[in-house]
């Protein structure tokens, strides 16, 4: 499972969100979030995308599907658990700072939607 977090480069350990289908990054204790749209990104590349399934999904669904229609049944509800996407992307920042994200699909997909022009 993602991080959600700048795991190298300038602002490292910074914590990543989705709120309001817009990607923001933690700045610190009573300051403001920066954004991360085409106003504070210059550019942006993916260098990594990988899907796990999600463990407890997979475990519970499987449990589920055997207690309620037998071991078929438990099969189909252990193939059927929840991928977690996984990406890593090099970020170049408009002011010259540069970061690589570790981010799950949310953080993601507001992210790739906010520097869209």
Known sequence: MASNRVIAGDYKG???VSVSNVASM??????????LTSDTVESYEV???????????TVGRAAAGGLLLGPFAAVIGGMTGRNNRT???????KDGKRSLLEIDDKVYKALVTGCFK
């Open 87 to 93: 990406h890593i992307v090099a970020i170049q920042f």
């Open 26 to 35: 933690s700045m610190g204790f009573l300051k403001r979030p920066m954004d």
């Open 47 to 57: 260098l990594d995308e990988s899907t796990q399934k999600g463990a407890l999904s």
């Open 14 to 16: 910074k914590v990543l």
